[in-house]
Structures are given as structure tokens and as C-alpha cells.
């Protein structure tokens, strides 16, 4: 299961220590950034089922930052 973020993280120091502190708090997800993205994308995959989204939240606010859930954009093709 993969869970997308946008975040407001822009330094790549505070990037890998909200990453290191994420494995610390659930060694089961794998996750990245990608601060080139006008959206600070945080990918956030869990080796064994289900993301938290709350989790990851909340440790991010925890450290002073901006963090929501990236909603799914379905696009259909047109008719």
C-alpha cells in the first residue's frame, strides 16, 4: 500500500530526518521526497499492508511542518 503526502519541507536535512525518524517509529514503511515537485511530495509505501496516514501526520507536525494527504485524481478518458 502506497500513501502520497504534499508537504511544505524544502531542505533536503530536514527530508532525511523526518525519514529517519519514520523508520524509527515504523521500520515497515519505506519512504522518500521529492522536493523537486512543486507539492514536496512525501511517498510513503508499507512493506506490510496499510499506510497510517495519521502517523506520518502527525510526525510532521510534530517537527513544525505542513503535511495533508494527496487525494487520488482519477482521470477518465474521454468519450
Known amino acids: 500500500m502506497v500513501e502520497v503526502f504534499k ?9 532525511y530526518m523526518l525519514l529517519t525518524q519514520m523508520h524509527r517509529i515504523r521500520a515497515e514503511y519505506k519512504a522518500n521526497f521529492d522536493l523537486e515537485d512543486c507539492d514536496r511530495i512525501l511517498r510513503v509505501e508499507c512493506r506490510s499492508g496499510a499506510v497510517n496516514p495519521s502517523v506520518v501526520i502527525n510526525l510532521l507536525k510534530r517537527y513544525g511542518f505542513e503535511v495533508d494527504v494527496l ?5 477518465l478518458p474521454h468519450a
Open 7 to 15: 508537504t511544505n519541507v524544502n531542505k533536503r536535512e530536514h527530508a
Open 71 to 75: 487525494a487520488d485524481e482519477v482521470v
